[in-house]
């Protein structure tokens, strides 16, 4: 390791630099979900709320399947390149959709925003993971998901700055940033690979890898728990402005950052504090991290019922509260609990498999949504979310039981 890394306060840099990335990760796709008033005026197909969820889920449908891949690759190669090429891959996408004039370039762009932005995720958390152990990586990957709250914030105010400008003009900004600030990474980000000469040849057989993992029963319970609280985030995440303009009369240039900052500003405060006691709570109890998680979505049952049936600004705001709080301590440990169970060499991997079955749930969830909003059904959609999201639960509790805080590399 050079100078740079050898300091002390390195790893908490690696995450303050990450943390600019994932907030433009999610600023980049969220802010889309705010834009349908202003975007449709220039695109006709944009009238409907069906095709502007097909806009939505092409992302989410592509995001999936290309997450796997970006896995394996991030175990591979230098993630350092990997999280640069990604950013200014998607940003550069971002810049390009200000330029679209038709549903069919939007489409694609979006795809493409997919395919980039996949290979963010993996690589960065197994990176934190790389620099924090037991004692400060719940709260390191905490603080780097409230860079993600803020992105998806930021997002909400994507249709108030169309209104000021123009949604051109957005796209055309958002890109630019992401461009300029992909140098800052090449300046400072440095990769840390823990004997990554180690058993070369396993790591290139990509077979023994899967079949390594889905040797597991815990990396299968894993796998469900992460597909069945992605359905209500992702729900929540691309509709809470359009829940929240339809329930509260609101226009969307209020209801998108009025909905966005809720949920990002309680989820940030979920994911700082189920972090904190994650870490603590881990050095006296193996499970401390999966009783946060299940307590996270524990919270979110209560909330999916206020926003399915809620008629009020108090309901859909408390609804929204309660879900932001309780997916922050959720989401502070998935990649923790991960590391309980799956060697460091295969981190990647496995989260690009976790974000697969995730995103694969959300795109499937959020068609639905698209077509329920429009024939008025979405509060029964809610509502039937609230038991797949309690058998999930009641699994991870009953079946995942860690031996170890950390699972270093060891011979296979």
């Given at each position: 390791m050079n100078k740079l890394q050898n300091?002390?306060?390195y790893p908490w840099l690696v995450v303050g630099l990450l943390w600019g990335v994932g907030m433009l990760n999610y600023l980049d796709r969220q802010m889309l979900s705010t834009m349908q008033p202003f975007m449709k005026e220039d695109i006709a197909e944009l009238n409907?709320?069906?095709?502007?969820?097909?806009?939505?889920?092409?992302?989410?449908w592509i995001y999936a399947f290309m997450s796997p891949v970006s896995g394996i690759i991030g175990d591979r190669v230098n993630r350092k390149w990997l999280i640069v090429g990604s950013l200014?891959?998607?940003s550069g996408v971002t810049l390009v959709m200000g330029f679209a004039k038709t549903f069919n370039q939007l489409y694609i762009l979006r795809a493409?925003?997919?395919?980039?932005e996949a290979f963010y995720i993996p690589t960065a958390l197994a990176l934190i993971a790389d620099y924090h152990r037991a004692n400060t990586r719940s709260l390191a990957v905490g603080v780097h998901s409230t860079g993600i709250y803020i992105g998806q914030a930021l997002g909400g105010f994507g249709a108030t700055v169309a209104a000021a400008y123009s949604w051109q003009t957005t796209f055309h900004s958002f890109g630019l940033i992401g461009i300029i600030y992909s140098i800052v990474l090449i300046i400072f980000l440095k990769d840390r690979r823990i004997n990554a000469s180690k058993n070369i040849a396993e790591k290139r057989n990509v077979l023994k890898v899967l079949g390594m993992l889905f040797g597991n029963v815990a990396f299968w319970v894993i796998l469900f728990f992460f597909a069945v609280p992605s359905m209500p985030g992702w729900v929540t995440k691309n509709w809470l402005p359009t829940l929240f303009a339809n329930t509260l009369g609101l226009p969307m240039e209020e209801a998108g950052p009025f909905a966005t900052i809720t949920l990002a500003m309680t989820s940030f405060a979920g994911t700082l504090i189920g972090g904190r006691i994650s870490d603590k709570w881990i050095q006296s109890n193996l499970r401390g991290r999966i009783y946060i998680s299940a307590i996270g979505m524990a919270l979110t049952i209560p909330a999916l019922f206020l926003l399915g049936f809620g008629d009020t600004m108090f309901t859909v705001f408390a609804g929204a509260?309660?879900?932001?709080?309780?997916?922050?301590?959720?989401?502070?440990?998935?990649?923790?609990i991960l590391c309980q169970f799956v060697s460091s060499r295969y981190r990647a991997t496995a989260y690009g498999l976790m974000n697969f079955v995730g995103v694969t749930?959300?795109?499937?969830?959020?068609?639905?949504?698209g077509k329920s909003i429009d024939t008025g059904n979405m509060s029964r959609d809610f509502i039937l979310l609230i038991g797949v999201v309690a058998i999930a639960i009641i699994l991870q509790l009953t079946v995942l039981k860690p031996k170890t805080a950390n699972m270093?590399?060891?011979?296979?």
């Amino acid at each position: 390791m050079n100078k740079l890394q050898n300091l002390k306060y390195y790893p908490w840099l690696v995450v303050g630099l990450l943390w600019g990335v994932g907030m433009l990760n999610y600023l980049d796709r969220q802010m889309l979900s705010t834009m349908q008033p202003f975007m449709k005026e220039d695109i006709a197909e944009l009238n409907t709320a069906t095709n502007f969820g097909r806009l939505m889920a092409v992302f989410l449908w592509i995001y999936a399947f290309m997450s796997p891949v970006s896995g394996i690759i991030g175990d591979r190669v230098n993630r350092k390149w990997l999280i640069v090429g990604s950013l200014f891959v998607w940003s550069g996408v971002t810049l390009v959709m200000g330029f679209a004039k038709t549903f069919n370039q939007l489409y694609i762009l979006r795809a493409l925003m997919g395919i980039s932005e996949a290979f963010y995720i993996p690589t960065a958390l197994a990176l934190i993971a790389d620099y924090h152990r037991a004692n400060t990586r719940s709260l390191a990957v905490g603080v780097h998901s409230t860079g993600i709250y803020i992105g998806q914030a930021l997002g909400g105010f994507g249709a108030t700055v169309a209104a000021a400008y123009s949604w051109q003009t957005t796209f055309h900004s958002f890109g630019l940033i992401g461009i300029i600030y992909s140098i800052v990474l090449i300046i400072f980000l440095k990769d840390r690979r823990i004997n990554a000469s180690k058993n070369i040849a396993e790591k290139r057989n990509v077979l023994k890898v899967l079949g390594m993992l889905f040797g597991n029963v815990a990396f299968w319970v894993i796998l469900f728990f992460f597909a069945v609280p992605s359905m209500p985030g992702w729900v929540t995440k691309n509709w809470l402005p359009t829940l929240f303009a339809n329930t509260l009369g609101l226009p969307m240039e209020e209801a998108g950052p009025f909905a966005t900052i809720t949920l990002a500003m309680t989820s940030f405060a979920g994911t700082l504090i189920g972090g904190r006691i994650s870490d603590k709570w881990i050095q006296s109890n193996l499970r401390g991290r999966i009783y946060i998680s299940a307590i996270g979505m524990a919270l979110t049952i209560p909330a999916l019922f206020l926003l399915g049936f809620g008629d009020t600004m108090f309901t859909v705001f408390a609804g929204a509260l309660c879900f932001g709080f309780g997916f922050g301590f959720y989401d502070a440990n998935n990649m923790p609990i991960l590391c309980q169970f799956v060697s460091s060499r295969y981190r990647a991997t496995a989260y690009g498999l976790m974000n697969f079955v995730g995103v694969t749930a959300g795109a499937f969830i959020t068609n639905i949504f698209g077509k329920s909003i429009d024939t008025g059904n979405m509060s029964r959609d809610f509502i039937l979310l609230i038991g797949v999201v309690a058998i999930a639960i009641i699994l991870q509790l009953t079946v995942l039981k860690p031996k170890t805080a950390n699972m270093e590399d060891q011979s296979q």
